[in-house]
Structures are given as structure tokens and as C-alpha cells.
């Protein structure tokens, strides 16, 4: 099992910006992709963000809706993915998951039956 915990949301005005934090836990030696997703409210959940270290080097994938405002990374040492969020918009309002997947993934990281782990959340509120 993987543990995955959340930080780092809170309230800010548009145009303010937020690092969010995701520790894991536990397996995680299996463990080759971690995303962000959110989900605001009244909408489904939604992909934002993924780092995918499968290939043995790592590649980012973002959401066009945030693409240039927000960067993924992960800390190998302290097991935690992060994302850097600029330039945010009362439309980025959301609550924002972490997952991760256990085993390798080539492509299609925005599913989110790919990924088996998930965390509580963290909820982001952007008001203009």
C-alpha cells in the first residue's frame, strides 16, 4: 500500500501563487507515476498534472488549462511531488487530489483509472 498526504492548499487572491505538496508513504519503490487531478464544485474530476518517471527519466504532462502557470516536480529524497501554481484564477477553485500509480504507465496519464492510490485532498480557493 501507498499513503499519499496533501498540503499546501489554502485561500489566495488570482494572480497569487501556491506550492501544493504530496508526500508518500509506504510502497513506494513500485511506484513510477504521481498526478495531480481537482475537482471543483458541481464539475467531475479533472486531470492536471502528471510527472512519469517510466521510461527511467522523467516527463511532465499538463492540462492546457494550466500549462505555463503551473510546474510538477518531485523530490526523490523526501518521497513528495509538488506543484507550483502561478498566476492562479478563480477558475482553478477546486478541491486537488494527489494519486499515483504502482507499476510502469507508457502514455494515457490523464485516465484516472490509471492510477491506484489517492490522496484526501487539499482545497484551493481562488477568489478575484
Known amino acids: 500500500q501507498v499513503q499519499l498526504v496533501e498540503s499546501g492548499g489554502g485561500s489566495v487572491q488570482a494572480g497569487d501563487s501556491l506550492r501544493l505538496s504530496c508526500a508518500a508513504s509506504?510502497?513506494?519503490?513500485?511506484?513510477?507515476?504521481m498526478a495531480w487531478f481537482r475537482q471543483a464544485p458541481g464539475k467531475e474530476r479533472e486531470f492536471v498534472a502528471s510527472?512519469?518517471?517510466?521510461?527511467?527519466?522523467?516527463?511532465?504532462y499538463y492540462a492546457d488549462s494550466v500549462k505555463g502557470r503551473f510546474t510538477i516536480s518531485r523530490e526523490n529524497a523526501k518521497n513528495t511531488m509538488y506543484l507550483q501554481m502561478n498566476s492562479l484564477k478563480p477558475e482553478d477553485t477546486a478541491v486537488y487530489y494527489c494519486?499515483?500509480?504502482?507499476?510502469?504507465?507508457?502514455?494515457?496519464?490523464?485516465?484516472?483509472?490509471?492510477?491506484?492510490?489517492w490522496g484526501q485532498g487539499t482545497q484551493v480557493t481562488v477568489s478575484s
Open positions: 494519486a499515483a500509480r504502482n507499476g510502469r504507465l507508457f502514455g494515457g496519464e490523464t485516465g484516472q483509472r490509471r492510477y491506484d492510490y
Open positions: 510527472f512519469n518517471w517510466s521510461t527511467g527519466s522523467g516527463s511532465t
Open positions: 509506504g510502497r513506494t519503490f513500485n511506484v513510477y507515476l
